[in-house]
Nanobody
Framework: QVQLVESGGGLVEAGGSLRLSCAAS????????MGWYRQAPGKQRELVAD???????NYADSVKGRFTISRDNAKNTVYLQMNNLKPEDTGVYYC?????????????WGQGTQVTVSS
């Protein structure tokens, strides 16, 4: 089993920055893709950004140029640096990753961290 612990959310004014972290622990032989999703009130969960093990990243159009995803494979951790935040970035941010134990790949979600951007 794999546990994900997220941190870094909070309340920030528009134009401000936050950095989210998500650390994975448990029975981990390898981690594949890692990503961040968000869910605003009344809306579906959407992909914000993801990154593969080689470091190739992908971003939602709405965050390109403002957010940067990165990973530290030695620490089983993924980060999301969020700059120039906008009120529409408000939501619960969830970490997601694929992890291999001794035999099987599984997909795991973090508990979510609230990001609130005031105008």
């Amino acid at each position: 089993q794999v546990q994900l612990v997220e941190s870094g959310g909070g309340l920030v004014e528009a134009g401000g920055s936050l950095r989210l972290s998500c650390a994975a622990s448990g029975t981990i032989a390898s981690i594949g893709a890692m990503g961040w999703y968000r869910q605003a009130p009344g809306k579906q969960r959407e992909l914000v950004a993801d990154v593969n093990r080689a470091g190739r990243s992908n971003y939602a159009d709405s965050v390109k140029g403002r957010f940067t995803i990165s990973r530290d494979n030695a620490k089983n951790t993924v980060y999301l640096q969020m700059n120039n935040l906008k009120p529409e970035d408000t939501g619960v941010y969830y970490c997601n990753l694929d992890s291999l134990d001794s035999r099987f790949w599984g997909n795991y979600w973090g508990q979510g961290t609230q990001v609130t951007v005031s105008s």
